[in-house]
T-cell receptor
Framework: SQQGEEDPQALSIQEGENATMNCSYK?????LQWYRQNSGRGLVHLIL?????REKHSGRLRVTLDTSKKSSSLLITASRAADTASYFC???????????FGSGTKLNVKP | DAGITQSPRHKVTETGTPVTLRCHQT?????MYWYRQDPGHGLRLIHY???????DKGEVSDGYSVSRSKTEDFLLTLESATSSQTSVYFC????????????FGSGTRLTVV
């Protein structure tokens, strides 16, 4: 399976701290995406990083990609209670136009 | 979610009955997808479509069929519902996957009793 796997499965931090989640995958990819899911809701796209990129920023989000290790990390800086959600990585091969999701990291930010 | 609607939002059905879930988009996106989400499994791709009448199987397609007769609608049918198909089903749309992510619907919670 090409499925990405997130680590840790659950993470609990205090508001203001940074949160780091990791994603590992098995096969070569064209790009990797991160999504957030609030309880009972659909997934929301956060950021996409292409295989030829090493780092990307969007607001308080920083994503890195290491294709040699087949891994990615999502860093949320200065976390807020509103960041409490599950975070998923999704890996995809361009030619097939479909993404494979991992099981997610459940982040709890305590106020 | 803007531009994509799933119906129904909740459904309880009996084992052995056929069930159809609907995904409707107003974005005119080419690609549409059906995923199921189960605890411990994340999201798994059931079927996807890359155009009207063009569909293909995902990783968990057994027991499911799809149809796309027009750009805006993508139907998922459980031919004979089983308890193992109790899940939350998400539809997603995408225009050009290499530049943009998916836009997801709000999901359909299906319970097969």
């Amino acid at each position: 399976s090409q499925q990405g796997e997130e680590d840790p499965q659950a993470l609990s931090i205090q508001e203001g701290e940074n949160a780091t989640m990791n994603c590992s995958y098995k096969t070569s990819i064209n790009n990797l995406q991160w999504y957030r899911q609030n309880s009972g809701r659909g997934l929301v796209h956060l950021i996409l990083i292409r295989s030829n990129e090493r780092e990307k920023h969007s607001g308080r989000l920083r994503v890195t990609l290491d294709t040699s290790k087949k891994s990615s990390s999502l860093l949320i800086t200065a976390s807020r209670a509103a960041d409490t959600a599950s975070y998923f990585c999704a890996t995809g091969l361009y030619n097939f136009n479909k993404f494979y999701f991992g099981s997610g990291t459940k982040l709890n930010v305590k106020p | 979610d803007a531009g994509i609607t799933q119906s129904p939002r909740h459904k309880v059905t009996e084992t052995g009955t056929p069930v159809t879930l609907r995904c409707h988009q107003t974005e005119n996106h080419r690609y549409m997808y059906w995923y199921r989400q189960d605890p411990g499994h994340g999201l798994r791709l059931i079927h996807y479509s890359y155009g009207v009448k063009d569909t293909d199987k995902g990783e968990v397609s057994d027991g499911y069929s799809v149809s796309r007769s027009k750009t805006e609608d993508f139907l998922l049918t459980l031919e004979s519902a089983t308890s193992s198909q109790t899940s939350v089903y998400f539809c997603a749309i995408s225009e050009k996957q290499e530049n943009y992510g998916y836009t997801f619907g709000s999901g359909t919670r299906l319970t097969v009793v």
